[in-house]
């Protein structure tokens, strides 16, 4: 059974950095992709990252491109999303994600995935 654990939200100020990390146990590590997605209050859940198996290759949502990356340590079994220049607007329930089958690229496109973490808050205040 596979279990994903994310650390490493808090409160921020406009501007500000933070870095999500997403433990993953109970499977292979290396034989997932992996994504990071968000859901604010009042709202749907929503896409921000995925990386694929070898950690080669990368997406995002425009929302977050340039400011966020999304990487894995396949030693580590763990994922990151490094956070820059934040904003009031990615404040939410930060979730990472596992899927066995598929690619990174799809996990922005596609409902429902195999895995998923308790979520860490991020507040960003202005």
């Known amino acids: 059974q596979v279990q994903l654990v994310e650390s490493g939200g808090g409160l921020v100020q406009a501007g500000g950095s933070l870095r999500l990390s997403c433990v993953f146990s109970g499977r292979t590590f290396s034989n997932y992709v992996m994504g990071w997605f968000r859901q604010a209050p009042g709202k749907e859940r929503e896409f921000v990252a995925a990386?694929?198996?070898?950690?080669?290759?990368?997406y995002y949502a425009d929302s977050v491109k340039g400011r966020f990356t999304i990487s894995r340590d396949n030693i580590k079994n763990t994922i990151y999303l490094q956070m820059n220049s934040l904003k009031p607007e990615d404040t939410a329930v930060y979730y990472c994600?596992?899927?066995?089958?598929?690619?990174?690229?799809?996990?922005?496109?596609?409902?429902?995935?195999?895995?998923w973490g308790q979520g860490t808050q991020v507040t960003v205040s202005s």
């Open positions: 994600a596992a899927d066995y089958r598929g690619t990174a690229q799809a996990m922005g496109t596609t409902q429902g995935h195999d895995y």
């Open positions: 990386i694929n198996r070898s950690g080669g290759t990368t």
